[in-house]
């Protein structure tokens, strides 16, 4: 009675680890049982590769797309709002980039008065030279960098002339507002190299989470589970031909 509930179950097993096996991957099931069946060790060692191979090209996908997802050449720069309320920004970048100096004026016709800045928004190189030009109108200008401490005139003065610049060497986006005429919608930003958000889903840090690495994230677990299934097929395949050859043999 012992002996031959034994041996249903290890016929049921047997059933069940065969069912199992051809419906996880036929084809390195049956090239496994025949070298199962030739010699057990070597069965491992090229199971065992191609598991390797299963989770290193899941890994490598996800690189490659999160690279690509980082370019800042996919879309418009993204101000967050800042530039929202400029009456002179209509929502395009004067393009300087390739110039090593590049001149903003201070007190331009704007905002209900002599009080913008002019381009409100420019594009430079990275390490380009802004040269913020004073007409000399509107009173006391300044130039304050908002989040950030990079841009600072100092004290606003209402004399023509250069009475800043600054060497941008740091890729991104600089927003910058005359204190005394903020309140009126005097703001401007510079965008410097290529590393900078963008409004593209594809294009910035934020859009690479839910974006392209949403991909190579799935690519990487179908990676995982099907190294998992073959190592779960390699076991019963050997369990199966170590202890299961008694009944194989005689039906052969
Ligand atoms: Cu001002």
Known sequence: MTD????????????????????????????????????GTATGTPAGTATANGTEAGTEAGTESGDGGGGGEAGPPDFGGFLDEVEN???SVVDERGNDTVTVEVGVDANGGAYGF?????????????????????????????????LDSGEA????????????????????VCS??????????????????????GGGGDGSESGPLGVPGS???????????????????????????????PEE
């Open 4 to 39: 031959g509930s034994t041996d249903v179950s290890r016929r049921a097993f047997m059933r069940t680890a065969t069912g199992a096996t051809a419906a996880a991957a036929a084809t390195g099931t049956a090239a496994a049982q025949e070298n199962a069946t030739e010699n």
């Open 89 to 91: 920004f209509d929502g």
């Open 118 to 150: 002019g381009p409100a928004a420019v594009h430079v190189d990275n390490g380009a030279t802004v040269e913020w030009e004073w007409t000399g109108e509107g009173g006391g200008h300044n130039v304050v960098q908002d989040g950030g401490d990079t």
């Open 157 to 176: 003065t209402s004399s023509s002339g250069v009475n800043y610049e600054h060497t941008f060497e740091e890729d991104g986006i600089y927003n910058y």
């Open 180 to 201: 005394p005429h903020e309140s009126l919608g005097m703001k401007g930003s510079v965008v410097v190299g290529s590393d900078y958000p963008t409004k593209d889903s």
């Open 219 to 249: 690519a990487k677990m179908l990676g995982v589970a099907t190294s998992v299934v073959m190592v779960a097929t390699l076991g019963m395949a050997y369990v199966f031909m170590r202890y299961g050859g008694d009944y194989e043999m």
